[in-house]
């Protein structure tokens, strides 16, 4: 069994900058992709960005200059910083990792205020 736990989410103002950081552990024996997706109220579950072991990023076109996702592989631990944070930018922000199957955190909450 896997499991990721994030920290990190929190309440924000426009322009403003959240970290969010993602642990996994359990029976890993290696992560081949980690990343990060959100879900805002009414939406379905989107992509925000995403980073291979191989240290190989994709991001949303909606989040591209303003996020940065890194991970230590040794660690299994991923990183998203946020800036310039937009209120389109809140919602539930959810840790992922592939190995063998999908895994998910519970979820972080990002609210952005104007």
């Known amino acids: 069994q896997v499991h990721l736990v994030e920290s990190g989410g929190g309440l924000v103002q426009t322009g403003g900058s959240l970290r969010l950081s993602c642990a996994a552990s359990?029976?890993?024996?290696?992560?081949?992709?980690m990343g990060w997706f959100r879900q805002a109220p009414g939406k379905q579950r989107e992509l925000v960005a995403t980073i291979r072991s191989s240290g190989t990023t994709n991001y949303a076109d909606s989040v591209k200059g303003r996020c940065t996702i890194s991970r230590e592989n040794a660690k299994n631990t991923v990183t998203l910083q946020m800036n310039s944070l937009k209120s389109e930018d809140t919602a539930v922000y959810y840790c992922?990792?592939?190995?063998?199957?999908?895994?998910w955190g519970q979820g972080t909450q990002v609210t952005v205020s104007s």
């Open positions: 992922y990792a592939y190995i063998s199957k999908a895994y």
């Open positions: 359990g029976s890993i024996f290696s992560i081949s992709t």
